[in-house]
């Protein structure tokens, strides 16, 4: 049936045919029989919960960053049984992102290549809806005893805002989304926005990072605070952002974001392996697992 259905809509453009998915999920998520329906097909039946950063994870299926970029899905996701899901990347400004088309399927590679460019609603709207997240889970926690679905928020700058003033986009989004999120990851890695990752050069980071770790602090809750690296670092950057999370005391470093090397693909997929942006899927895989 899944093969079926994945054909069926990989007839169409990826960017269309995830809103078309993810509406028909939101449709069979809205009607209480057939909620249940697909909560219990999805969720581990055993919840094998386990704790970091003092929080505690139904399970460690969890959803990066870019799939629901404005936590708009939140519902939806948990009925699918995930333990956690990162939102964003969130910019303190609503921006369109790069033109279209902007995603690209390399089926016999089990790949993606996207050049998104952060697209997303602007931090209020998100903080709204997380807002309203968080306010309808408390009404439900003393009916349902179940492990709540952690939230992550991941953050970044607009494409407007020059690097040198970096830091205040950064800390407008963490201010925001701060009440709502459980955990924080710092996006300064992703190939699509002119410039970003010269953010992950050692003097850039340390200026972000321990800006935002005095924020923290000075919170009555603190947060974790992690940082998404990109897989293309060479090994003195790697060591530098090592050094500097641990120089700072950042709780941990995401591996990996999308990378723009095109090494050992399928070479039917070569027209569209010229498409700029960042890959990922398998081919990615070893890469990572090489940091």
Not at 183 to 201: A, D, H
Not at 233 to 257: F, P, R, S
Not at 273 to 290: A, D, I, N
């Amino acid at each position: 049936m899944y093969k079926i259905l994945r054909n069926c809509l990989f007839l169409f453009p990826p960017e269309p045919v995830h809103g078309f998915s993810m509406g028909a999920l939101r449709l069979l998520c809205s009607i209480g029989l057939t909620r249940k329906l697909v909560r219990k097909l999805f969720t581990p039946k055993t919840q094998a919960g386990y704790s970091l950063y003092n929080i505690n994870f139904p399970n460690k299926v969890g959803l990066a960053a870019g799939f629901d970029k404005n936590a708009e899905y939140l519902r939806e996701l948990e009925c699918l049984g995930f333990g956690f899901v990162e939102i964003g990347t969130v910019t303190p400004l609503p921006q369109p992102g790069n033109d279209k088309p902007r995603v690209f399927r390399l089926i016999k590679d089990r790949a993606l290549i996207n050049r998104m460019g952060f697209n997303n609603k602007g931090v209020k709207i998100v903080a709204e809806k997380l807002k309203d997240w968080k306010a309808k889970y408390e009404l439900k926690k003393a009916r349902y005893d179940k492990p709540r679905m952690i939230i992550g928020g991941n953050i970044g700058k607009n494409k407007v805002t020059p690097n040198e003033e970096a830091w205040k986009d950064y800390e407008i989004c963490f201010r925001e989304l701060h009440p709502y999120v459980d955990y924080f990851v710092v996006n300064v890695s992703s190939p699509n926005t002119p410039g970003l990752r010269e953010l992950q050069e050692k003097d850039s980071l340390r200026k972000i990072l321990s800006h935002l770790q005095t924020i923290n602090a000075a919170q009555t809750y603190p947060k974790p605070l992690l940082l998404k690296i990109a897989p293309d670092l060479t090994i003195e950057q790697t060591n530098d952002v090592i050094d500097l999370a641990l120089e700072i005391k950042l709780d941990g470093l995401v591996a990996t974001n999308t990378t723009i090397s095109r090494e050992g693909l399928n070479p039917d997929s070569e027209t569209k392996s010229r498409e700029t942006g960042g890959l990922s899927g398998k081919p990615l895989q070893q890469k990572v697992r090489q940091l």
